[in-house]
T-cell receptor, first 112, second 114 residues
Framework: DAKTTQPPSMDCAEGRAANLPCNHSTISGNEYVYWYRQIHSQGPQYIIH???NNETNEMASLIITEDRKSSTLILPHATLRDTAVYYC?????????????FGTGTKLQVIP | ETGVTQTPRHLVMGMTNKKSLKCEQHLGHNAMYWYKQSAKKPLELMFV???????ENNSVPSRFSPECPNSSHLFLHLHTLQPEDSALYLC?????????????FGQGTRLTVV
């Protein structure tokens, strides 16, 4: 499965857009990029996923480069409740189930 | 509320105890997972059940014994654990076979082995 690289930490001012980058240069053609976040001591929460095209939902936007080697998660108006560890994952599918490998993620601190 | 419920939320057990963690999903999913998250470490995939059959066991010690009696329930039986087994244990579920879908996680059980 493709590995991902994320900065260990980032700060963002409350109300501003948070842009979280992720590199996945070894991604294969049929692998999706997923984003999850984990608020302290809770279970990870799904945010968004995509293959090639940019995606948007009520939580965030996902921008994937044309070569698919990197992506950016955008939280348009960060709030204090968005403080969490954000994981970028490339989904490896084997045998009809997800074998999701989590890295160390980016710890996003939203500052008042 | 994600539709995946784990009990208990917190557990303290001695090294000679036997306990079980329970996970229940109300989403109609056909795959369930156990993850372990130790302090300051990434989540580690422990076990995967797909259609109630164990399909993945990531070199987990035998003192951890999973059980999946039906598609909605998953247990993790614990016995003779070590202090280094103290961690957050997370259960997740997903619906496979219908394209790419996300995994839903429970809130976890915080286990402390004394």
């Amino acid at each position: 499965d493709a590995k991902t690289t994320q900065p260990p930490s980032m700060d963002c001012a409350e109300g501003r857009a948070a842009n979280l980058p992720c590199n996945h240069s070894t991604i294969s053609g049929n692998e999706y990029v997923y984003w999850y976040r984990q608020i302290h001591s809770q279970g990870p929460q799904y945010i968004i996923h995509g293959l090639k095209n940019n995606e948007t939902n009520e939580m965030a936007s996902l921008i994937i480069t044309e070569d698919r080697k990197s992506s950016t998660l955008i939280l348009p108006h960060a709030t204090l409740r968005d403080t969490a560890v954000y994981y970028c994952i490339v989904r490896f599918s084997s045998g009809g189930y997800q074998k999701v490998t989590f890295g160390t993620g980016t710890k996003l601190q939203v500052i008042p | 509320e994600t539709g995946v419920t784990q009990t208990p939320r917190h557990l303290v057990m001695g090294m000679t105890n036997k306990k079980s963690l329970k996970c229940e999903q109300h989403l109609g999913h056909n795959a369930m997972y156990w993850y372990k998250q130790s302090a300051k470490k990434p989540l580690e995939l422990m076990f995967v059940y797909s259609l109630e059959e164990r399909v993945e066991n990531n070199s987990v010690p035998s003192r951890f014994s999973p059980e999946c009696p039906n598609s909605s329930h998953l247990f993790l039986h614990l016995h003779t654990l070590q202090p280094e087994d103290s961690a957050l244990y997370l259960c997740a579920s997903s619906q496979e076979g219908q394209g790419n879908t996300e995994a839903f996680f429970g809130q976890g059980t915080r286990l402390t082995v004394v």
